[in-house]
């Protein structure tokens, strides 16, 4: 059987799924505070839709999926959604991003999903009144609780901290010290231009290069070896139980052993997150295409994937990265 190999013989063993465009937070670097124009609910994939583009994807070669949004839990039934994703058998791991806010009732039952493997969880400041005004919702006490029950649970846990110049900065060793006692691994992302507005001015420019600096200042760090297709360069400190990780998003230093593809919500297949979109999934499997058809158009897009995040971005047609992370999945 045909395995998603694209045109710089990367193969494709990973895809990144958005169940939903809606969030109930707002944080700045990913919306405007109003929100965005919210798509109605025909127009999104349904679980059923989905569940057979990963299926498909699957038999194509496909081994883990990691399922986004917007917030996943906004969506009626996603765990419902969990379950059934988990008897495909082709599938080797099931992975979550959450904002955490709504998360914590459903922990156990996620942990008796065998192939739920890892849960990241965005939290990109330790202080309530600063978590406020980047997320613009008072929701702290529930994402740090949803934090200690995701550390005591038998689930792999990575902190997201997006590196915000002019806001949480001054936070990044207060972060790499969680990961002495406990078992996390804290993760430092880039800022990148997906917040509905576009590139924002920034005081300081904080790249993978200067975020390690800044963590240099305070502690001694030596890096691991990461498996080549990781989104992270990844560091561990001596008699700390946890590890750190810089996502050069942004910079996209990453690009070169890229195993990646994106599905948006609306079924937009995405080659690359700094492309705008390469195919419609939903309208082509609405209009009557068959499993073979999918195979096929997967096989054939994937030949369209760009050698780096540079190129998807210069071969834009709509125009500067301005949309947001929640339209996109993050």
Same mark, same amino acid.
């Given at each position: /059987?045909?395995?998603?190999?694209? %045109?710089?013989? +990367?193969? @494709? ?17 990913? /919306?405007?505070?109003?929100?965005? !124009? ?15 583009? @990963?299926?498909? &994807? ?25 379950? /059934?994703?988990?008897?495909? !058998? ?13 998360? *914590?009732?459903?922990? *156990? ?24 005004? #980047? ?45 002495? !006692? ?14 509905? $507005?576009?590139?924002?001015?920034? $005081? ?10 800044? #963590? $240099? ?19 561990? @400190? ?21 195993? +990646? ?31 073979? !058809?999918?195979?096929?158009?997967? &096989? *054939?897009? #994937? ?18 990265? %301005?949309?947001? /992370? ?5």
């Amino acid at each position: /059987m045909s395995k998603l190999t694209d %045109s710089f013989g +990367r193969r @494709i063993e990973y895809v990144r799924l958005a169940v939903t465009d809606r969030c109930n937070l707002r944080c700045q670097y990913c /919306m405007p505070a109003h929100g965005i !124009d919210i798509v109605p609910r025909q127009e999104l994939l349904t679980f059923k839709e989905m569940y057979r583009l @990963i299926r498909v &994807l699957t038999e194509l070669g496909v081994k883990k999926v990691r399922l986004t949004g917007g917030e996943p839990f906004v969506r009626k039934d996603f765990v419902d959604f969990l379950e /059934m994703l988990s008897f495909n !058998d082709l599938l080797d791991e099931i992975n979550i991003t959450t904002n955490g806010a709504l998360i *914590s009732q459903h922990i *156990s039952t996620i942990e008796n999903l065998e192939k739920v493997k890892k849960i990241n969880l965005s939290i990109d400041s330790l202080n309530a009144d600063k978590f406020a005004k #980047i997320t613009r919702r008072d929701v702290f006490p529930e994402v740090y609780k949803t934090f200690e029950l995701l550390e005591k649970s038998s689930l792999d846990l990575k902190l997201n901290v997006v590196v915000q110049s002019g806001f949480n900065t001054d936070e990044i060793t207060d972060f790499v010290r969680l990961t002495k !006692d406990k078992n996390v691994a804290v993760r430092f992302i880039e800022e990148m231009p997906f917040n509905g $507005k576009g590139q924002r001015e920034m $005081k300081e420019n904080w790249t993978l290069k200067k975020i390690l600096e800044e #963590i $240099k200042t305070e502690f001694i760090v030596e890096e691991i070896q990461s498996e080549k297709s990781s989104t992270s360069r990844n560091y561990k @400190i001596d008699n700390h139980l946890g590890t750190i990780g810089i996502i050069p998003a942004f910079t996209r230093t990453i690009c070169n052993d890229c195993n +990646r593809i994106r599905i948006t919500s609306t079924g937009t297949f995405k080659n690359c997150l700094f492309d705008d979109g390469v195919f419609n999934l939903r309208d082509f499997i609405r209009n009557g295409a068959s499993n073979e !058809d999918l195979k096929e158009l997967f &096989l *054939s897009l #994937i030949k369209e994937k760009p050698e780096n995040g540079f190129i998807a971005e210069a071969n834009r047609k709509k125009g500067n990265v %301005s949309e947001s /992370m929640s339209t996109i999945g993050g």
